[in-house]
């Protein structure tokens, strides 16, 4: 099995061909009949958005192992994945107004679909404020926060089909054409291969910092 070291390099590539052909997929799919050019956005609006409901579980997830039992390698997943939340989180936030604008005639709109997953990435924002500011013994409290986090992820999914919004809900993926289904696939692929990527570096990343923090420690003793 190769080392992660060789691992890295060749998702990033791989994930680097994907998107360079995406967009060549994408224009060979029909246009959406009621939305037209626009809707092309939905192919990196949404695999985004799993991602991020991804990396927020795989932080709740973690922080959950974290407070039982107090493993390093376990806290060090949380904080590298609720960071991912926050990056993907901000593509959604991003992409989706740009989409509304031109669907919708308004930038934003205050329903429960487009509300939850605003809180939702304030919360991995929290969690970030908590790990650079909250001082020592802050990663209890983060990790509590991740878990919370995780545990919104169900309801911002599940919001498009309980209350009456202007978001599209949870069937539209299942809705595609066949000749949409492809490049809706590639791309998500894409995203996923390159969250991989980034979670192990940034793993990698936060497990040498916390190495570094631990050698200063013994050096001050």
């Keep these: 099995m190769p080392s992660r070291s060789k691992l890295i390099p060749g998702l990033l590539a791989v994930a680097a061909v994907m998107f360079a052909a995406a967009p060549f997929l994408i224009d060979a799919a029909p246009y959406e009949a009621s939305m037209g050019l626009i809707q092309r956005i939905f192919y990196y609006h949404v695999p985004s958005a799993i991602v991020m409901f991804l990396s927020a579980f795989v932080c709740g997830i973690a922080s959950a192992v974290y407070m039982a039992k107090r493993s390093p390698g376990a806290d060090a997943t949380a904080v590298s994945a609720a960071e991912l939340v926050v990056v993907f989180g901000l593509i959604v936030l991003v992409t989706g107004p740009i989409w509304a604008r031109k669907a919708w005639g308004v930038w934003w709109q205050w329903d429960a679909r487009l509300t939850s997953a605003l809180v939702l990435w304030l919360i991995f924002v929290s969690y970030m404020m908590l790990r650079r500011f909250a001082g020592a013994g802050s990663e209890m409290l983060a990790a509590a926060v991740g878990v919370f986090g995780m545990a919104n992820v169900p309801f911002v999914y599940w919001s498009v089909n309980v209350w009456r919004t202007i978001h599209p809900n949870t069937n539209v993926v299942k809705s595609l054409s ?31 910092q916390m190495a570094l923090e631990a050698a200063y420690a013994e050096i001050e003793d």
């Design 178 to 208: 066949p000749e949409m289904r492809l490049p809706f696939a590639w791309c998500a692929v894409a995203f996923l291969i390159l969250y991989v990527a980034l979670l192990l570096t940034r793993l990698r990343l936060e497990r040498s």
